[in-house]
């Protein structure tokens, strides 16, 4: 069964309708069971679970600890092109912006990934506006080969692509895709991706179906938070997650909780995401889906980063610019949004040991790929 | 929205309690026993019916138009004789559903996952609607869900050993992943066996041997009716199996504010 069609089985109103109708008395019945259906992570969704947050911390510490252990995983973002087609509202590289607009020679790849190695991060997540006549094939693949250098694995966040060239891609050594659908709401989500391929939800909605289909080892998945009622989004990201761990099995999904952050354009966010609304969603799904990666980037200011370790979050991003170039240059001009937790990865690391964690730079191997070594 | 229903292959089943056809002191009592259970789906070793002849002791006692004739192919010891026997079965004009045995050692009648997985392969491809017996192994059964088994049927414990479900561990791993139906098959002994087996989150169970060499096998298909029916009605009414402990502090959550 496709992801497509499990979505028609649930309505969004009538979703969200459950969702907020739910009692204090559903929560402790879900919260008790040993084994989560969709239906009690709706539950934990909901506003009458607010009032369990502690008590769901402590059961999600306990699986995230059981599972992962007092590790986090550590990657940083590499900005390759601020160029964008699209032009989705919230977003900073929305083509009717006036930004400076570039794509980075294999020079300027070839000083960042240097700079950004020589900070010990192992893991690195190319980024990119939809910008294929620049980010091509080609390019990816070139940019493959540098990364590979310095680099054990490397994942990429940009356009979607097809099987057949998420399949070259993986062959030329890029193990991991990220790919948010923003909302789960069909006319939410024509409303913000007015033009250019991206206004396409199912073709972007089966994404990671292609990217599972191809072989990539890890699948990142997500909505952006603040564009829609988050309880009811967070209810449809869990059930994409659980639909990809099932059906692609020997790909690792994990799930990121972006929140709308100031970028250019100016865009104001419908709904305010709070911290306690954030946690609450990170928490609901370690305790419905008890592997699952989660995923907290430097989107999230020092503080809040800081405090919920050992909540359920597996992988961080750390000393992380967002503009192309923006390591090896000091301007923050063309950013995607603006950063929160501007730590450099050596403190960010050593806070992380401070608190008894082990921040893990590398756990993937280029030589898993056969003719790469 | 949430949906609880039992679907293999597109077909809706209400009942969760498929029976086996061996071990029978007689005929009649096996088609009494299947009333009495409420089965929708029954399945037939072929090495033991007369497919061709409406007249068989087994098969005309097996009212078609009201149960799933699921034939198995229980004796087969390679995938090439398993292969045979659902052919001939579907050319004597059976349904094409075949539940896959392939076992051979004959006396745990445990399954090859070798050639359970190369026979799967040619009876999906072959048009077959292919329910699996596996040993309860989690990566096998992604596997066969992956070349296109409708179910998967991990056992619970050794063929007609009445044991219970020894496999809990992977039975759990396999429910918890699985796109397909589960079926507990073998090794079911008891109703309480069968009622965990669905209160685990098994879609359904297998039964054969605890009912059929019951003392009193009709009595004994009831019991199994009730069992699956009650453990069905307790996953619907959400069970809670932990106490949740009152909490003052928030060591955790205190850093949020409202």
């Not at chain 1, 989560?36 to 402590?58: C, G, N, R, V, W």
């Not at chain 1, 790919?179 to 989500?189: A, G």
């Not at chain 1, 391929?197 to 998945?221: C, H, M, Q, Y």
């Not at chain 2, 996953?235 to 932990?242: F, K």
Request: some cysteine; glycine content about 6%; proline content about 4%.
């Amino acid at each position: 069964m496709s992801f497509i069609s499990l979505l028609k089985e649930y309505n969004w109103d009538d979703i969200k309708k459950y969702i907020y109708s739910r009692t204090y008395r559903d929560v402790e019945f879900a919260l008790s069971n040993s084994r989560l259906t969709a239906q009690d992570f709706a539950i934990l969704l909901s506003p009458a679970a607010e009032k369990y947050l502690e008590h769901m911390a402590k059961i999600s510490k306990e699986i995230t600890l059981r599972r992962f252990g007092k590790t986090i995983q550590i990657y940083a973002p590499l900005y390759l092109s601020n160029k964008c087609v699209n032009s989705c509202l919230y977003c900073g590289f929305n083509a009717k912006n006036k930004i400076p607009r570039k794509t980075i020679s294999f020079a300027t790849i070839e000083k960042e990934a240097d700079l950004i190695s020589n900070e010990g991060i192992r893991h690195i997540l190319l980024v990119s506006g939809e910008a294929p006549k620049d980010v091509n094939m080609e390019y990816l693949k070139k940019t493959a080969d540098i990364c590979k250098k310095y680099f054990s694995s490397i994942s990429i966040e940009i356009q979607p692509l097809s099987e057949s060239e998420y399949s070259e891609l993986y062959k030329n050594g890029i193990d991991g895709l990220t790919i948010y659908q923003e909302t789960y709401n069909r006319e939410t989500y024509k409303k913000v991706h007015l033009a250019g391929k991206k206004s396409d939800f199912d073709w972007r909605l089966e994404t990671p179906d292609r990217g599972g289909k191809a072989g990539f080892r890890n699948i990142g998945v997500g909505a952006l938070m603040g564009l829609e009622d988050f309880r009811t989004e967070e209810f449809f990201v869990g059930l994409h997650a659980q639909y990809l761990m099932k059906t692609y099995w020997k790909t690792h999904i994990k799930v990121s909780f972006p929140r709308i952050r100031n970028a250019e354009g100016g865009y104001k966010p419908d709904h305010i995401i709070t911290d306690k609304n954030l946690v609450q969603s990170m928490l609901a799904l370690r305790i419905f889906l008890n592997d699952v990666g989660l995923v907290i980037s430097t989107r999230e200011p020092k503080d809040f980063r800081d405090n919920i370790l050992g909540l359920g979050v597996t992988q961080m991003s750390a000393g992380s610019k967002t503009n192309p170039g923006g390591y090896s240059e000091d301007n923050k001009e063309g950013e995607q949004f603006s950063m929160e937790d501007t730590r450099s990865v050596e403190e960010f690391v050593s806070m992380l040991r401070s608190k008894g964690y082990d921040p893990v730079f590398k756990d993937f191997d280029q030589n898993f790929f056969s003719g790469v070594a | 929205m949430f949906k609880n229903e039992l679907v293999i292959a597109g077909r809706r089943f209400k009942s969760r309690l498929m029976l086996g056809t061996g071990k029978f002191p007689s005929s009649t009592v096996m088609a009494d026993a299947l009333a009495a259970s409420g089965s929708e789906i029954v399945t037939v070793a072929l090495r033991r019916v007369d497919v061709k002849n409406a007249n068989d002791d087994i098969l005309s006692h097996i009212d078609s138009s009201r149960y799933l004739l699921l034939p198995n192919t229980s004796g087969a010891r390679d995938a090439e004789e398993a292969v045979r026997l659902a052919r001939l079965a579907r050319a004597a004009g059976c349904e094409p559903w075949v539940k896959l045995e392939v076992t051979p050692d004959p006396y745990y009648l445990l399954p090859d996952p070798i050639e359970t997985f190369k026979a799967a392969q040619i009876l999906v491809k072959d048009g077959f609607n292919v329910l699996p017996y596996i040993n309860a192994d989690p990566v096998l059964a992604k596997r066969l869900e992956e070349i296109g088994c409708v179910t998967v049927m991990p056992l619970g414990a050794p063929i007609g050993s009445n044991r219970g479900i020894k496999t809990a561990e992977n039975i759990r791993i396999i429910i918890e992943q699985s796109n397909v139906p589960v079926v507990v098959d073998a090794g079911i002994g008891a109703p309480s066996h069968a009622a965990l087996a669905i209160e685990m989150g098994a879609d359904a169970v297998l039964v054969n041997t605890a009912i059929a060499t019951a003392n009193d096998p009709v009595e004994m298909a009831i019991a199994f009716k009730f069992a699956v029916e009650s453990a069905c009605h307790a996953v619907n009414a959400g069970m809670a199996t932990m106490k949740l402990k009152a909490d003052a502090s928030s060591p955790l959550t205190g850093f949020l504010r409202d």
